[in-house]
T-cell receptor
Framework: GENVEQHPSTLSVQEGDSAVIKCTYS??????FPWYKQELGKGPQLIID?????GEKKDQRIAVTLNKTAKHFSLHITETQPEDSAVYFC????????????FGRGTSLIVHP | SAVISQKPSRDICQRGTSLTIQCQVD?????MFWYRQQPGQSLTLIAT?????????ESGFVIDKFPISRPNLTFSTLTVSNMSPEDSSIYLC??????????FGSGTRLTVV
């Protein structure tokens, strides 16, 4: 089955800095890669996703890049703000897995004012 | 996307007892998913609940320990049976948004003492 590795487990940045979270996956058939943000006491919320036919996608301050050859994808947050502090999960889905996501272990992002 | 109401939001339970978690969706959905999120860990799929049939459990999870009901297309329950401290986790229900992404409930934080 699919295996998703996520790094780092904790990331501490100053407000205004950029943050990058990286994930690798094992199943070359995976074709959809969502990112979820989980704030304290809440369930994960989808913030951005990318499909395998696209190399990069942006939405305001966040962007995701995908390298299918290397089987890794990354989340980039620019101009970080304290409200970006949360746990971020990457995931990979494939037709073989019935499109049920396999999640990484999460990255706790702390943005210091 | 669907709105999910999950309750209770948290509970502290005695070992050996059972807790039933409820998940209500504001629209009809074919499949509902139950996840466990242990402290500092990723989201692990427990089972997939389809209306009118038995739930499908992932490896390591069994019906006797985590019985699931799915009486209609908007509601499901997960019971954590004969609890031990190792069952202390956040339990989340989830539904597909129809485009490979998933919407999650706010979670049930369970502490077993």
């Amino acid at each position: 089955g699919e295996n998703v590795e996520q790094h780092p487990s904790t990331l501490s940045v100053q407000e205004g800095d950029s943050a990058v979270i990286k994930c690798t996956y094992s199943d070359s058939a995976s074709n959809y890669f969502p990112w979820y943000k989980q704030e304290l006491g809440k369930g994960p919320q989808l913030i951005i996703d990318i499909r395998s036919n696209v190399g990069e996608k942006k939405d305001q301050r966040i962007a995701v890049t995908l390298n299918k050859t290397a089987k890794h994808f990354s989340l980039h947050i620019t101009e970080t703000q304290p409200e970006d502090s949360a746990v971020y999960f990457c995931a990979a889905t494939s037709p073989g897995g019935s499109y049920i996501p396999t999640f990484g272990r999460g990255t706790s992002l702390i943005v210091h004012p | 996307s669907a709105v999910i109401s999950q309750k209770p939001s948290r509970d502290i339970c005695q070992r050996g007892t059972s807790l039933t978690i409820q998940c209500q969706v504001d629209s009809q959905v074919t499949m509902m998913f139950w996840y466990r999120q242990q402290p500092g860990q990723s989201l692990t799929l427990i089972a997939t609940a389809n209306q009118g049939s038995e739930a499908t459990y992932e490896s390591g999870f069994v019906i006797d320990k985590f019985p699931i009901s799915r009486p209609n297309l908007t509601f499901s329950t997960l019971t954590v049976s004969n609890m031990s401290p190792e069952d202390s986790s956040i339990y989340l229900c989830s539904v597909s948004d129809g485009n490979y992404g998933y919407t999650f409930g706010s979670g049930t934080r369970l502490t077993v003492v």
